[in-house]
């Protein structure tokens, strides 16, 4: 698996347990890092993701509405919901990867960790994002 990969696994990882306790982040974190025990570079890419989701949360959760047909983010499986968190983060906010590899890997991403379902509904989501959002807006990159 690669760095990459392996930073947005921890990513929904960490986004996950922060669902179930979402108070004192910097301890959390903090917490969680030193329990993962990875490459520096690794955990780098998994901070930036996951500033990037809080910071723009509102921005991202937006989107989120907006695309996923008949559905609300309380109905969602926490899984889901936060793969497409970091994706439209990464499709919105970073032009380091390509947009079809984001969408490859959070839907590779959610086949390990969703249901049977999660894959098609995460590919089909993100690539209306793609589709209706980025092919007319120059997007900002992730600092």
């Not at 903090?30 to 509102?58: W, Y």
């Not at 890997?105 to 589709?131: M, Q, R, T, W």
Request: with cysteine; aromatic share 8%; hydrophobic share 35%.
């Amino acid at each position: 698996m690669g760095k990459r990969r392996a930073s947005r696994e921890l990513a929904l990882k960490f986004l996950y347990q922060n669902e179930f306790n979402p108070d004192d982040l910097e301890t959390q974190m903090e917490q969680f890092c030193e329990r993962a025990n990875t490459h520096p570079e690794i955990i780098e890419f998994m901070g930036t993701l996951i500033d990037k989701v809080f910071d723009r949360s509102e921005e991202i959760d937006a989107q989120v509405q907006k695309f996923s047909d008949h559905w609300t983010l309380d109905r969602m499986s926490m899984i889901d919901r936060n793969i497409l968190r970091l994706g439209i983060c990464e499709l919105l906010f970073d032009t380091s990867t390509p947009p079809k590899v984001v969408i490859n890997e959070a839907v590779e991403i959610s086949k390990k960790f969703g249901s049977a379902d999660s894959p098609d509904f995460i590919n089909g989501i993100l690539d209306k994002v793609y589709k209706e959002t980025l092919k007319t807006v120059s997007p900002p990159t992730m600092k």
